[in-house]
């Protein structure tokens, strides 16, 4: 047991909003208590007392979409590579990248994420992977990842036929098969959805057989609309949009997320609406990829459970509110709109999507929820409770403020340090994975530098 406290404690529990200085009692993976600093210290005199130092203690964050598979990426070049289009994105970074990943790539790949996620406030993630240099066991490697550095992970692989019927076949028995591993492991901190990537690179073939491997147990984590390149295959190909393709697949439901949904008429919004199906917001990737805005103001209207995620763009998911924000005042050519939609999203509606595959209750503090706290390191200067917040959070903090990071009851990081693991080795060898990939990448040598 041990008290985090000395802190402006956020809880986003209606009942107790705010307390001034306060903070939580942890007993294994739950909070037993909350309440100020000098109550708690008085109640649990032999817990030990983790210092807030005066920073804000909240609710750990959740990315409800995002790619292990691009997270050596940062930095790289691709020799040849100048995208004039989505098409060419994919074909030519994200394809190309996964193409070369092997099993140690995807295993590198899901340690540098993992550690990014905690040193940004982070502790679960919804992940759609894809490595096609190398399928098998590829969800089983990010799972052990996730399990080594204590981050809530819900994994799924990316079904596709790009690059044939094999790996496809191969891609659908992974998610056959990870689904299966959860199910027996009944592990809190592991879920699994079924995979799929664009609509434009799944055959109905490879839809039948994703639905009958799945056989109901879980839902789909897929990308639709992202650009048009759905909308123009599924209407030239199939005869309808891409949403009505997944419906008549048996794909929607209350447990499948759609990412993106970029290009949805107002009948598909209806049809996600009817069928309660999720979707998410990747704000930063849509804009980098040139793609369009997701209509967030009309999914919200239609009562749509709407989450955020980064796409892997970032793992930081104070930046990518802000992003979101600002995207939609764009977009509605309205200085006043979107800010309920977008902090709902990330504070609210993450923590609902959450719920449909974790036992534990998440983004909010108060005895008998997760105990995924974070404590930021944001000293205000001016008025702060839990009526401002939000406004705090978006004009005042960054991810990279985040000093303390708790995930189901463990302390991963503390006053900044990573708990428990060799930072440098760490990076050691995700550094010489991501040079044995740029290399294949660009038929060359790099050193540690980047350099050739």
Known sequence: MYILANGRLITRDPALGYIKDGGVVI???????RGTTAELRAKYPAAEFIDARGGVIMPALINAHTHIYSALARGLSIKGYNATNFYEVLDGQW???????TLEGTRAS???????????GVTTIFDHHASFGEIPGSLHTIAASAKKFGIRSCLCYEVSDRDGEEKALQAVQEN??????????????????????ALFTISDKTFDRMVAANNGRTGYHIHVSEGMNDVYDSLQNYGRRPVQRLHDHGILGP????????????????????????VVNNPESNMGNAVGTCPVLQLYKNGILLGLGTDAYTNDMIESIKVALIAQ??????????????TDMLFKNNAKIGAKYFPD?????????AADVIVMDYKPFTPFSDANIDGHILFGMTGRQCRTTIAAGKVLMRD???????????????????????GDLNHCSYNADGEL
């Open 27 to 33: 007993e294994g993976r739950t909070i037993l208590d």
């Open 95 to 101: 394809w190309a990248i996964d193409r070369k990943l």
């Open 110 to 120: 899901a340690d540098a994420l993992m550690i990014d996620c905690i040193k940004q």
């Open 176 to 197: 056959a098969d990870f689904i299966s591993e959860c199910e027996r492991e009944k592990n809190p901190m592991l879920a699994a959805m079924f995979g799929g990537h």
């Open 255 to 278: 447990k499948t997320i759609l990412g993106h949904c970029i290009h949805v008429n107002s009948a598909e919004i209806e049809l996600i609406k009817n069928t309660g199906t999720m």
């Open 329 to 342: 005042k764009q977009n509605a050519c309205l200085p006043n709109v979107g800010w309920c939609e977008v």
């Open 361 to 369: 209750q998440l983004g909010v503090l108060k005895p008998g929820a």
């Open 416 to 438: 900044g340090e990573l708990v428990g693991i060799d930072e440098e080795a760490e990076n050691a060898h995700i550094l010489e994975a991501a040079q044995k990939l740029w």
